[in-house]
């Protein structure tokens, strides 16, 4: 059962990549990151005082730093939801796991004897070189399509998505429950994307394009609260591993709903990316529990 709350929150977090496409059409990155704090924002505020859980926190520092990455990634990955096919946006914005594992060697490589570290990391370096190997294909059509600079935000996506998962591991390793990290997150949202409109703009609302905001921040709150759900109750690898279905979900929007056709290098790399990340997260398993509380 609790697999199928992962594939659910999948579903949500996929089609809410869709209405973001929509939406991209009418209204800036910034306007959709706003809007969508503000839905999610209500939304655990509710969810929180219906578990009866305070929302205050004796450590704001550490959520303001946390809502800073995670805004980062939030807009460059709307972004790039905007400006490329729906599933090679999804598939950067999910090489968070691939950079964290980058991480580790880095560090490994920085504490130890590089040689040895590399015999000893040896899984770790070859999974982080096929995530890259990946990334190379998919950003080949996007060369060929004049999209680099919006393919590179989407890699950007998926580093600030890394720093802001080590941001969240933090925050419950303090004891901070997810209902709270996820309320303050949408809270940093909200105040940067406002602050964003103020220098590239609002748009004038428009019906019935306007709705389309609405879903936005619905989808990613019931996203939430079912990958939360899944990773409370579930077997956390088994779970891990099934986010990367979002991938899948996005693929089939892509084909069906925006006759994307990415030629065979793409759908190669899209491959790579998910197997890369499969492994990455079940070695970063052996090392840090995954937290339910990653935000998109």
Known sequence: MQ????????????TMGVCIKYASAHFNAFEMVCYRGLIGLGFMAWYARLRGISVRTPIPM???????????????????????????????????????????VGGALML???TSTLVRQGPVVLTVLAGFGGVVLILQPTLEQNQLFAGLIGLLSGLASAFAYMQVTALGRAGEPEERTVFYFSLGATMA??????????????????LWLLPI???????????????????????????????????????VLFGDRLPLAGWA??????????????LRERAVPHSPAEDH
């Open 193 to 210: 994307g406002a602050l964003g409109m103020l220098f590239a703009g609002a748009s004038a609302w428009t019906w019935p394009a306007a």
């Open 3 to 14: 697999a199928l709350w992962m594939l659910l929150a999948s579903l949500f977090f996929a």
């Open 269 to 282: 790399g899209i491959g790579l990316i998910i197997a890369s990340g499969i492994a990455a997260t079940v």
């Open 62 to 104: 550490m959520h303001f730093w946390r809502s800073i990455v995670g805004v980062l990634a939030l807009v460059a990955w709307f972004y790039s939801i905007a400006q490329l096919p729906l599933a090679t946006a999804m598939t950067l914005n999910y090489m968070s796991s691939v950079w964290i594992a980058a991480f580790l």
């Open 112 to 114: 130890g004897n590089m």
């Open 217 to 255: 921040g619905v989808l990613a709150a019931l996203g939430q609260l079912c990958m939360t759900r899944a990773y409370s109750h579930g077997a956390t690898l088994v779970v891990a591993n099934l986010q990367y279905s979002g991938i899948v979900f996005a693929s089939i929007y892509s084909l």
